[in-house]
């Protein structure tokens, strides 16, 4: 059973950056596409990025395009999302989430099935 835990989520000034970590345990992260996505107080949730299971291959939301990086480092388990330029829009709480590779390309959000608590992200002057 995949477990994850996002972290490095706070309280940044507009025009910042924070990079969001994703560990993963339970199980090796190669086998699984990771995404992030994102809930805004009021909102619906919604996707920002994902990552196939080697990396090769990368999703953004259209709102965050050339400013948000997702990566992911295998051998540590680990997936990230570098926020720069941040602006309060992007305030949220903010999930990392996974499923199985074979389940074919990352974009298909409907089918994440493993979920972090969460991180919050607050952009604010």
């Known amino acids: 059973q995949l477990q994850l835990v996002e972290s490095g989520g706070g309280l940044v000034q507009p025009g910042g950056s924070l990079r969001l970590s994703c560990a993963a345990s339970g199980s090796t992260l190669d086998r699984y596409a990771i995404a992030w996505f994102r809930q805004a107080p009021g909102k619906e949730r919604e996707a920002v990025s994902c990552i196939n299971s080697r990396g090769d291959y990368t999703w953004y939301t259209n709102s965050v395009k050339g400013r948000f990086t997702i990566s992911r480092d295998n051998a540590k388990n680990l997936a990230y999302l570098q926020m720069n330029v941040l602006t309060p829009e992007d305030t949220a709480v903010y999930y990392c989430?996974?499923?199985?590779?074979?389940?074919?390309?990352?974009?298909?959000?409907?089918?994440?099935?493993?979920w972090g608590q969460g991180t919050q992200v607050t952009v604010s002057s």
């Open positions: 989430a996974s499923r199985s590779a074979a389940l074919g390309l990352c974009m298909l959000f409907s089918t994440y099935n493993y």
